[in-house]
């Protein structure tokens, strides 16, 4: 079991974007410990997505690849990797580098004050007006239908004990949510704030349609 696993959905990331990703974690985790191992999802990607997490895996002894039949949405590839993310502790982020490896260690001591799960509260967020604007709309109709107080500066990037994945796991609805889940399923929740990366290439994979079919 090792101390820490990574569990990152990947949808049409860049061979260097990813090969980037498992660099800068592995600098940053092994702060922390040498204990560790990165589960990389590819969500039916349509690039070479595959190709590239098969060679990571291949070479890189702590990178495992695993690939869905078909593209369903960061949540459930998200589930994927929880299913075999096998970490004392288990780091949720993005692929796509806006999430910040560097802040992982943080994130970790954190979680040591004592919770199960803490997110990040993204400090910058430089994404375009418009895609703000859509954002915020998300929030607002996501918080009216759920009666929950989602907060709008959380993504994925988050920390969360093996307890809180196991209780994760048994939640199997199709249709995911995966702050929501973890939010059900109850524990101690901390957060921390840190900074976002802007895209480091290309666009969102998400028009405003897709991210509520995918999200609720
Ligand atoms: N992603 C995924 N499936 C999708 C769309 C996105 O697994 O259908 C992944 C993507 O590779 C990234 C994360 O989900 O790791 C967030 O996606 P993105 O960066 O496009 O969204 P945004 O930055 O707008 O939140
Ligand atoms: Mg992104």
């Known amino acids: 079991m090792p101390e820490i696993s ?5 949808y ?3 061979a260097e974007t990813l090969a980037e990703l498992v660099r800068r974690l592995s600098i940053s985790i092994s702060a922390v410990t040498e204990d560790f191992d990165i589960v990389l999802v590819d969500d039916g990607s349509v690039n070479d997505a595959w190709m590239v997490i098969s060679n990571l895996a291949r070479t890189d002894p702590k990178v495992r690849g695993f690939r869905l039949a ?3 949405g960061q949540h459930v590839a998200i589930t994927a990797g929880l299913d075999h993310a096998d970490g004392n502790w288990v780091v949720v982020m993005d692929a796509d580098l806006q999430d910040r490896p560097e802040v992982i260690p943080e994130l970790y ?7 199960d799960v803490v997110f990040v509260n993204r400090a910058q967020r430089p994404e375009s007006f418009i895609y703000r604007m859509v ?3 998300f929030y607002l109709i996501l918080n009216a239908l759920s009666g929950q107080d989602y907060n709008r500066l959380q993504g994925n990037f988050s920390i969360v ?5 196991r209780a994760f796991r048994l939640l199997r609805e199709p249709g995911r949510f995966y702050g929501g889940i973890l939010r059900w399923v109850g524990f101690r929740h901390g957060s921390i704030t840190a900074a976002h990366a802007a895209r480091d290439a290309g666009q ?8 509520v079919r995918f999200a609720v």
């Open 109 to 115: 001591a954190k979680a040591q004050e004592g919770y």
């Open 6 to 10: 990574v569990v990152a959905p990947v």
């Open 135 to 137: 954002a915020a709309f």
């Open 12 to 14: 049409n990331q860049r």
């Open 70 to 72: 078909r593209n369903f």
């Open 204 to 211: 969102t994979s998400y028009s405003f349609i897709k991210r």
């Open 161 to 165: 004990s093996a307890n809180a994945v």
